[in-house]
């Protein structure tokens, strides 16, 4: 009982610097260290694998080893390397230990073990599969030291017991750099937009602007930004700015549009609901709003695929948006793009959930802000 309660504490050990590098890749590549050295690793690397093609878009390595030896083992061993059959026919959260299947003989006719691996003075293999979804795969082979003894039963306790959370970890890893690859997509969609489009949070703290609304908020005259907080110059316009943003972060999800107060020819300001899904909110928990300035004289082309990437809306759903916006009927819509009316007023419904629009007139408004 004793032996397992301190193979728990280990495997909290790992897992803690484990679950703080889903978004931390130097606490990750520390958890991984730490993984190793308590099985009595010396090196370690991880890999992802993509099974389409065969690429490798990710590797995590120890500063155990020179980075120069993991290329040339890409580049001259990894195609003998006779432990990769073996990790080919793993399953996610499953692992080998090498001298179950390879003998000393067979690792002594090995180019890998008797070459590359003895010339790091490394030897025995435990291979693990962190995570599969079906298109990459997560392995991390951890290597002993040639003068230590092969991976015994202590060391797979110890791995069986921390491996779910390692499996969980690897998960969110991936998912956190899959959010992150697409935000970057997303922000410059943004930039691509025509019109200044900011990110912000229920009270107007701007999380993110784009180059236009940048601009527009050091130059209008309507916007009183303070600490990075949105804020507007007339009061009863800032009363709505702000109703416009509870409204649109909160259950409701409700879009708004309205004009800038003042003597001067207004300019529009459209709040819509940022959606938990959308690659911008990335896996924040705070409810997040679009707000988007739009000046009298702004008249630009539509683009589809700008809107499919800021609004978070599938082509399709673009395509009807903006056959709206330029006056075309749901039935026009549908008989140009040989589709049902009833699958073009499904595509309405979905615009609809996706912006926070109550009706068709909000939604080309919105989408005449974007243009």
Not at 264 to 292: E, K, N, Y
Not at 357 to 368: A, G, M, N, P, S
Request: glycine residues 8%; proline residues 5%.
């Amino acid at each position: 009982m004793a032996g397992h309660s301190s193979l728990q504490d280990r495997s909290r050990s790992i897992a803690a610097p484990l679950y703080e590098g889903i978004a931390a890749p130097d606490q990750w590549q520390a958890g991984l260290g730490l993984l190793a050295a308590e099985v009595g690793g010396r090196a370690f690397h991880q890999v992802t694998v993509d099974l389409r093609d065969g690429s490798v878009p990710d590797r995590v390595i120890c500063d155990a080893a020179p980075l120069h030896k993991f290329d040339e083992y890409a580049e001259h061993y990894v195609q003998d390397d006779e432990r990769l059959a073996l990790f080919a026919h793993l399953r996610e959260g499953s692992f080998i230990l090498d001298h179950e299947h390879l003998d000393s003989r067979q690792m002594s006719r090995s180019a890998v073990y008797s070459d590359f691996l003895h010339g790091l003075d490394l030897r025995h293999t435990l291979c693990l599969l962190l995570r599969d979804d079906g298109e990459t795969r997560d392995y991390l082979g951890i290597m002993r030291p040639a003068d230590h003894r092969p991976y015994g039963e202590h060391e797979r306790a110890l791995i069986e017991i921390v491996m779910p959370d390692m499996v969980r970890a690897a998960r969110l890893r991936a998912r956190m750099m899959q959010l992150q690859r697409a935000a970057l997509l997303g922000r410059a969609a943004l930039d691509g937009l025509p019109r200044g489009v900011a990110v912000v949070d229920a009270r107007g703290r701007v999380e993110y602007a784009n180059a236009r609304a940048e601009q527009y908020i050091r130059t209008s005259p309507w916007l009183n930004a303070k600490g990075g907080i949105l804020g507007m110059r007339d009061p009863s316009t800032q009363r709505r700015l702000q109703a416009a943003l509870s409204l649109a972060c909160s259950a409701e999800k409700k879009a708004d549009l309205f004009p800038t107060g003042g003597p001067l020819p207004p300019d529009w300001i459209t709040v819509l609901p940022l959606d938990t899904l959308h690659v911008l909110a990335g896996l924040r928990d705070t409810p997040l709003a679009l707000v988007i300035f739009s000046g009298p004289a702004d008249s630009l082309p539509l683009d589809t695929q700008l809107m499919t990437q800021a609004l978070g809306i599938t082509p399709a759903e673009a395509r009807l948006a903006q056959a709206l916006a330029t006056g075309q009927t749901i039935k026009t819509f549908a008989a140009a793009q040989a589709i049902s009316p009833e699958t073009a007023r499904s595509h309405l419904k979905s615009l609809f959930r996706k912006t926070g629009c109550r009706r068709q007139v909000e939604l080309v408004q919105l989408i005449r802000t974007l243009a």
